[in-house]
C-alpha cells in the first residue's frame, strides 16, 4: 500500500508535508535559535535577523516558540487517533464475532459517544482532572473511536460471512487466527483511511483547546496558544497569526491529501488503477520506440 500511495502526487506531497512536519516535532526544540521562554524588552519587534519572526508581546523570540510548540501539536493530535484507533477499532471487529450482547452494548456505547461533543466535554474533563493536554486527548480520542467502530465493523461484516472465513471457523481455527489471517487484510485500508483524517481532526482539536488556553500550562508555547496571543496585537503585528495559523492548515491539508491517497489505491479503486497503469505500460511497449530518422 505505501508503494502505491507514493506512487501518486498526492501522495508523495501529503508525506512529504507530514515527514517536514514530524521532523519539526522532533528537532524543533533543538532547532530554536533562542529560549523560547527568555522574555526581554524589545517587545512586538519586527521580523529581523536575530528575530526571523519578530517578538511577541513579552519580547519572546516567535520563530523559536513556534518550533518549540510544534511537539506538542503532534503528539496531541497522534494521542487522538491512536487512542481513537485503540478503542473503536478493537470493539469493531470483535462486535461481529462475540454474540448479540457485545454486539448491542457496543453499538449503544458508540451511539452515546457521537452525541457528546467531545469539545465542551475535552474542557470538563480537564475541569476535574486538572490542566493537562494528555488527559484532554485521551477523552478526546475515546469520543471520536466511534469512527473507527463503525469503519471496523462494516469491513468486518463484509468478509465475516465470506466461505473462506467460515471454512477456516469449521476447520478450528481460533477467532484471533482468523483476524489476522483473513480478516485484518481486508480492515486494514478503510483504518488507514480514518487513521489519516483523524490525525487532521487531532491537529484541530489540539490547536482549539490550545487557543482556549486548556491542556497546555503558560507560557509552554503552542500554536493554538501563538494564535491567541498575537490576537490582540494585531494593530502592531497584523501578519502574526498567519506561520501558527498556516503550520495548522498545511497539516490537516496534508493528513486528508494522504487519507484520499489511500482511499484511492485501495480496493477496487487501487485494483482498476494498477491494471489501468498496466494497459498503459502494455500499450507503449506494442508501439515501441518512434524511428530515428525518416524514409528516404
Given amino acids: 500500500m505505501v508503494r502505491r500511495v507514493l506512487s501518486l502526487t498526492s501522495g508523495r506531497i501529503a508525506v512529504v508535508i507530514l ?9 524543533g526544540p533543538l532547532l530554536a535559535p533562542q529560549d523560547p521562554l527568555a ?4 517587545t512586538l519587534a519586527a521580523a529581523s535577523g536575530a528575530h526571523w519572526l519578530g517578538t511577541d508581546y513579552l519580547g519572546r523570540d516567535v520563530f523559536s516558540r513556534l518550533l518549540d510548540g510544534s511537539r506538542v ?33 457496543t453499538l449503544r456505547l458508540a451511539d452515546t459517544l457521537v452525541a457528546l461533543p467531545f469539545l465542551l466535554f475535552a ?25 473507527f467502530y463503525r469503519v471496523a465493523r462494516a469491513a468486518t461484516l463484509s468478509v465475516a460471512r465470506s466461505h473462506y472465513v467460515e471454512a477456516a471457523l469449521i476447520s478450528g481455527a481460533s477467532l484471533g487466527w482468523v ?4 480478516v485484518w487484510a481486508k480492515v486494514l485500508p478503510p483504518i488507514a483511511v480514518a487513521l ?18 486548556i491542556g497546555v500550562q503558560p507560557p509552554a508555547p503552542t500554536w493554538g496558544g501563538l494564535l491567541a496571543s498575537d490576537l490582540g496585537y494585531l494593530s502592531h503585528r497584523p501578519w502574526a497569526p498567519l506561520p ?13 491529501l494522504l487519507a484520499d491517497a489511500i482511499r484511492d489505491v485501495s480496493g477496487e479503486a487501487g485494483r482498476a488503477l494498477l491494471n489501468n ?14 524511428p530515428a530518422g525518416g524514409t528516404s
Fill in 277 to 290: 497503469r498496466e494497459a498503459r505500460a502494455d500499450r507503449l511497449d506494442m508501439a515501441g520506440p518512434a
Fill in 179 to 182: 483476524v489476522r489471517r483473513h
Fill in 19 to 27: 515527514t517536514v512536519i514530524a521532523l519539526l516535532a522532533v528537532l
Fill in 39 to 42: 522574555t526581554s524588552d524589545n
Fill in 123 to 147: 474542557v470538563a474533563v480537564i475541569a476535574l482532572l486538572g490542566n493537562g493536554i494528555t488527559q484532554a486527548m485521551l477523552v478526546t480520542g475515546a469520543l471520536v473511536s466511534p469512527l
Fill in 73 to 105: 501539536s503532534v503528539l496531541g493530535s497522534l494521542e487522538v487517533a491512536l487512542v481513537a484507533l485503540v478503542v473503536g477499532a478493537i470493539p469493531g471487529i470483535l462486535s461481529v464475532y462475540l454474540g448479540r450482547v457485545f454486539e448491542w452494548l
Fill in 196 to 213: 489519516a483524517q483523524t490525525i487532521g481532526v487531532g491537529f484541530v482539536i489540539v490547536a482549539s483547546l490550545t487557543f482556549l488556553g
Fill in 244 to 256: 501558527p495559523a498556516l503550520l495548522i492548515m498545511a497539516t490537516v491539508w496534508a493528513a486528508n
